[in-house]
């Protein structure tokens, strides 16, 4: 029998998070468990915590586990990298698929500049996590781009499946079967598909310059936890019998170790164990012995500070500055529980958690482009037209990590003001051809209705809107039986918005 | 001449004898008849348990085997189209559902429930509380998809020569139809008729208009061989779903029969209302799909 080694326990511990975290996206869905929580993979990432806070100045309760994180790096090292992180597995699977070689070894410096530029963009009070962070940029591309990929792609099956005669019960069978917990509403549509595709495929095409290229050069995360392992106790011993092979630099995926094979560049070495395995000499362990020896002087260079400084107040300034058209503003409806829109725009990951979510009931919430100006980009709202917000749901606050949306008990979120419907009536069948047509209000979901009737002689009964009683769930924009644009419009106007 | 009176006389008596023995056996038939319309078409149980409501009412109308449901493919469609709960009276009784499914269990049949819900589906039948009664007693909880509507021709239809119907409906050996009674804005009221919307493709918006015509053009091809109305918790008004548990009010009632129109008719009338207060029952009279009017067979058995 094969020996057990530590890589072999780190490949199954690696997989066994990829396929958590993966759980956790799926479960984030109607009906929903909390335990365990859909959105911890956020709430454990320590630089999510800290630029949130940072940008909202509010220290945030939700982002306690990312404790977890911050400890386990004190104590173990950079080992989130090798053994948790799910974008870190993918790299590692995708290198297996296509590997890479080990060039391009340098450049470690610049993910020190992504981490203390989305620092000062924090001080500014701009959210910059959702550009660099790591596991917002998973469960982001999962969320728009791999989910609705997969979810194309049995639903094609499926659907080849009713095409084919013979196989039809059985495509039935298991369209029934994966209804409710794989398969939302169909067919699932995001907007952005194609954009955050595109970033997720060159993260992983970045991987051919060298293994872990975007781990090495380019994670803020990883700039973070690095720069906590350099005081950890755990890391890598090389016993006197080393013969200098240098097998273990040749093969080390972070470029970690250093040209002599017996330092460790400790902020940079994840613990994956492949120089324990691969050492000639059995020379190599990992130990609990604090080595001064071997740690990399932190260099960030004057030149490289200023310049990082100076982009990150343009950035900013520009990001802050850019005009924002006020007629924009009308349609920018926010999902139930939405903080105000400051705060909001501070909070908000851009993970898309809620955006999958909502999928799987009224499948209003689509990740805006750059119509609210890019300080919006990828942050949720809701377009009717293609999906309403489910009178009982709440899930979207439920599973939102950082508290951009606040989960609202049922009874509060019935009552939850997102906006008003407007009705359109050069377009309203009743208002515009005089023919009988109730859809909006058959569907409005309020007891008492805020959709009402105008009776006129000679009329059929004409729809208008109680604006005191409307809600904005935007089911009756959804359903309006107009083609295109509905004929009743849900506005952003009357919105509450909940207090930080 | 005497003889001839007298064989006349006789003759009269021979006569009526044989026209009263005639008579009587020509009456026979009718007796027949009168007996077999006696027989219970359409039952109107008031009181007890949505259970002991559905046996009195399966009792009076012949019992289940008259169906011989045994290893028959049958559907039972409830009204499953809201994501409120039962308490709400917007979705059929799911204990009813629950007793119906148990009792063509019982009887050797296999069953679907299904319907084509208005919210989001997954929570319309978690919610009215149907899929788990339906499936504890042993019926297949199916979610409706898009491509397995079959297109009927209406060859009398006045608006409609054609739309899609659900395949399982459509294949089934035995149709149940399970509305609740409950307040609807556009057609007055929701019964069996209304309910029947929940097997036809994309139903709400392009039926809208001209309501009443459309609903039975589509409704005379495809009417359910039983219909068992639930009539516990009903929705008087803000239908067809409501809210507020203020607008729903207990009448623990139940109304089965054979004939659709006329358990919708009895329906009305249990409402408050007429048939004739509701343009498509009175389009599906016109039409002769069936008679609002109580039938001859119809039978009120109160429980309580």
Same mark, same amino acid.
């Given at each position: 029998?094969?020996?057990?080694?530590?890589?072999?326990?780190?490949?199954?511990?690696?997989?066994?998070?990829?396929?958590?975290?993966?759980?956790?996206?799926?479960?984030?869905?109607?009906?929903?468990?909390?335990?365990?929580?859909?959105?911890?993979?956020?709430?454990?990432?320590?630089?999510?915590?800290?630029?949130?806070?940072?940008?909202?100045?509010?220290?945030?309760?939700?982002?306690?586990?990312?404790?977890?994180?911050?400890?386990?790096?004190?104590?173990?090292?950079?080992?989130?990298?090798?053994?948790?992180?799910?974008?870190?597995?993918?790299?590692?699977?995708?290198?297996?698929?296509?590997?890479?070689?080990?060039?391009?070894?340098?450049?470690?410096?610049?993910?020190?500049?992504?981490?203390?530029?989305?620092?000062?963009?924090?001080?500014?009070?701009?959210?910059?996590?959702?550009?660099?962070?790591?596991?917002?940029?998973?469960?982001?591309?999962?969320?728009?781009?791999?989910?609705?990929?997969?979810?194309?792609?049995?639903?094609?099956?499926?659907?080849?499946?009713? &095409?084919?005669?013979?196989?039809?019960?059985?495509?039935?069978?298991?369209?029934?079967?994966?209804?409710?917990?794989?398969?939302?509403?169909?067919?699932?549509?995001?907007?952005?598909?194609?954009?955050?595709?595109?970033?997720?495929?060159?993260?992983?095409?970045?991987?051919?310059?060298?293994?872990?290229?975007?781990?090495?050069?380019?994670?803020?995360?990883?700039?973070?936890?690095?720069?906590?392992?350099?005081?950890?106790?755990?890391?890598?011993?090389?016993?006197?019998?080393?013969?200098?092979?240098?097998?273990?630099?040749?093969?080390?995926?972070?470029?970690?170790?250093?040209?002599?094979?017996?330092?460790?560049?400790?902020?940079?070495?994840?613990?994956?164990?492949?120089?324990?395995?691969?050492?000639?000499?059995?020379?190599?362990?990992?130990?609990?012995?604090?080595?001064?020896?071997?740690? &990399?002087?932190?260099?960030?260079?004057?030149?490289?500070?200023?310049?990082?400084?100076?982009?990150?107040?343009?950035?900013?300034?520009?990001?802050?500055?850019?005009?924002?058209?006020?007629?924009?503003?009308?349609?920018?409806?926010?999902?139930?529980?939405?903080?105000?829109?400051?705060?909001?725009?501070?909070?908000?990951?851009?993970?898309?958690?809620?955006?999958?979510?909502?999928?799987?009931?009224?499948?209003?919430?689509?990740?805006?482009?750059?119509?609210?100006?890019?300080?919006?980009?990828?942050?949720?709202?809701?377009?009717?037209?293609?999906?309403?917000?489910?009178?009982?749901?709440?899930?979207?606050?439920?599973?939102?990590?950082?508290?951009?949306?606040?989960?609202?008990?049922?009874?509060?979120?019935?009552?939850?003001?997102?906006?008003?419907?407007?009705?359109?009536?050069?377009?309203?069948?009743?208002?515009?051809?005089?023919?009988?047509?109730?859809?909006?209000e058959e569907h409005c979901p309020l007891p008492d209705k805020a959709i009402k009737f105008q009776l006129e002689e000679g009329r059929e009964k004409l729809p208008f809107v109680d604006p005191l009683l409307c809600t904005g769930c935007g089911?009756?924009?959804?359903?309006?039986?107009?083609?295109?644009?509905?004929?009743?419009?849900?506005?952003?106007?009357? &919105?509450?918005?909940?207090?930080? | 001449?005497?003889?001839?009176?007298?064989?006349?006389?006789?003759?009269?008596?021979?006569?009526?004898?044989?026209?009263?023995?005639?008579?009587?056996?020509?009456?026979?038939?009718?007796?027949?008849?009168?007996?077999?319309?006696?027989?219970?078409?359409?039952?109107?149980?008031?009181?007890?348990?949505?259970?002991?409501?559905?046996?009195?009412?399966?009792?009076?109308?012949?019992?289940?085997?008259?169906?011989?449901?045994?290893?028959?493919?049958?559907?039972?469609?409830?009204?499953?189209?809201?994501?409120?709960?039962?308490?709400?009276?917007?979705?059929?009784?799911?204990?009813?559902?629950?007793?119906?499914?148990?009792?063509?269990?019982?009887?050797?049949?296999?069953?679907?429930?299904?319907?084509?819900?208005?919210?989001?589906?997954?929570?319309?039948? *978690?919610?009215?509380?149907?899929?788990?009664?339906?499936?504890?007693?042993?019926?297949?909880?199916?979610?409706?998809?898009?491509?397995?509507?079959d297109e009927i021709k209406i060859p009398a239809g006045k608006l409609l020569q054609k739309w899609g119907i659900y395949r399982d409906y459509l294949e089934a050996d035995l149709r149940i139809n399970m509305p609740i009674l409950k307040h609807?804005?556009?057609?007055?009221?929701?019964?069996?008729?209304?309910?029947?919307?929940?097997?036809?493709?994309?139903? *709400?918006?392009?039926?809208?208009?001209?309501?009443?015509?459309?609903?039975?053009?589509?409704?005379?091809?495809?009417?359910?061989?039983?219909?068992?109305?639930?009539?516990?918790?009903?929705?008087?008004?803000?239908?067809?779903?409501?809210?507020?548990?203020?607008?729903?009010?207990?009448?623990?009632?139940?109304?089965?029969?054979?004939?659709?129109?006329?358990?919708?008719?009895?329906?009305?009338?249990?409402?408050?209302?007429?048939?004739?207060?509701?343009?498509?029952?009175?389009?599906?009279?016109?039409?002769?799909?069936?008679?609002?009017?109580?039938?001859?067979?119809?039978?009120?058995?109160?429980?309580?």
């Open positions: 029998m094969k020996k057990i080694k530590a890589i072999h326990i780190r490949r199954v511990v690696q997989l066994f998070f990829f396929l958590f975290f993966l759980a956790l996206f799926i479960q984030a869905r109607d009906p929903l468990s909390q335990i365990p929580p859909p959105d911890l993979l956020l709430q454990i990432d320590p630089l999510a915590a800290i630029l949130t806070m940072v940008s909202c100045r509010t220290f945030i309760t939700a982002f306690l586990p990312a404790l977890v994180v911050i400890v386990l790096t004190f104590v173990l090292g950079r080992s989130f990298c090798g053994w948790v992180c799910p974008l870190g597995a993918t790299l590692d699977f995708w290198n297996r698929l296509m590997p890479a070689g080990l060039k391009m070894r340098g450049q470690r410096q610049w993910k020190y500049v992504m981490l203390f530029g989305t620092l000062l963009l924090a001080l500014f009070s701009i959210q910059a996590a959702w550009l660099m962070d790591p596991l917002v940029i998973f469960t982001r591309s999962l969320s728009l781009a791999i989910y609705p990929l997969a979810i194309w792609g049995v639903n094609g099956l499926i659907n080849t499946g009713f &095409e084919i005669g013979f196989l039809e019960d059985f495509a039935y069978s298991a369209w029934n079967f994966f209804q409710g917990w794989l398969l939302p509403i169909a067919p699932l549509h995001t907007t952005l598909l194609t954009v955050t595709l595109l970033i997720f495929v060159g993260i992983l095409l970045l991987d051919q310059f060298g293994r872990r290229f975007w781990c090495r050069v380019l994670c803020p995360l990883g700039a973070l936890l690095g720069l906590i392992s350099n005081v950890s106790p755990f890391g890598r011993k090389v016993t006197p019998e080393c013969p200098g092979c240098g097998t273990c630099s040749d093969n080390c995926r972070m470029a970690a170790i250093e040209e002599e094979h017996t330092r460790t560049r400790r902020s940079e070495c994840i613990l994956c164990m492949e120089c324990a395995v691969n050492c000639t000499v059995a020379g190599t362990t990992f130990t609990w012995r604090y080595q001064k020896k071997g740690q &990399e002087k932190f260099n960030f260079g004057r030149r490289r500070l200023m310049g990082t400084l100076g982009a990150s107040v343009v950035l900013g300034a520009a990001w802050q500055t850019e005009f924002q058209p006020r007629a924009n503003q009308q349609y920018l409806v926010r999902p139930p529980g939405a903080v105000e829109e400051d705060d909001f725009l501070d909070l908000c990951l851009r993970c898309e958690e809620c955006v999958k979510a909502c999928s799987s009931t009224g499948g209003c919430l689509q990740p805006s482009g750059t119509e609210f100006g890019w300080n919006g980009f990828w942050t949720p709202r809701a377009r009717m037209r293609d999906g309403y917000c489910e009178f009982s749901c709440t899930l979207c606050g439920e599973v939102c990590p950082s508290g951009a949306i606040k989960a609202l008990p049922v009874d509060l979120k019935q009552k939850k003001v997102i906006g008003l419907a407007v009705f359109e009536k050069s377009r309203c069948i009743p208002w515009e051809q005089n023919i009988e047509c109730l859809v909006c089911i009756c924009e959804t359903k309006c039986p107009v083609i295109g644009e509905s004929a009743i419009r849900i506005t952003s106007e009357k &919105e509450q918005r909940e207090v930080m | 001449m005497k003889d001839q009176t007298d064989k006349m006389n006789l003759n009269r008596r021979q006569f009526l004898t044989t026209a009263s023995a005639g008579t009587a056996a020509l009456m026979l038939p009718w007796q027949l008849r009168a007996q077999e319309e006696a027989k219970t078409t359409l039952a109107l149980i008031r009181g007890g348990t949505p259970v002991e409501r559905l046996t009195a009412a399966l009792d009076a109308l012949g019992g289940l085997s008259q169906f011989s449901p045994k290893g028959k493919q049958i559907v039972v469609k409830p009204n499953i189209g809201w994501d409120r709960t039962p308490a709400q009276g917007a979705n059929t009784d799911p204990e009813l559902v629950g007793a119906v499914v148990r009792a063509l269990k019982d009887a050797g049949a296999d069953i679907s429930v299904f319907d084509f819900t208005c919210n989001t589906a997954q929570r319309c039948y *978690r919610r009215s509380g149907i899929e788990e009664a339906a499936k504890a007693a042993g019926a297949k909880v199916t979610h409706i998809h898009e491509k397995r509507f609807h804005t556009l057609a007055g009221i929701s019964m069996g008729l209304k309910n029947l919307m929940g097997v036809m493709e994309d139903s *709400r918006p392009s039926l809208h208009n001209n309501f009443d015509e459309k609903l039975i053009d589509i409704t005379s091809q495809i009417l359910p061989e039983l219909t068992i109305m639930d009539a516990r918790r009903v929705l008087r008004r803000n239908g067809p779903q409501g809210g507020n548990v203020d607008d729903v009010e207990e009448l623990n009632c139940l109304i089965a029969g054979f004939d659709p129109i006329a358990v919708d008719g009895e329906g009305a009338r249990l409402f408050g209302r007429e048939p004739s207060d509701f343009g498509h029952l009175v389009e599906a009279e016109n039409r002769g799909l069936g008679s609002t009017s109580r039938p001859q067979g119809f039978r009120e058995i109160n429980l309580s």
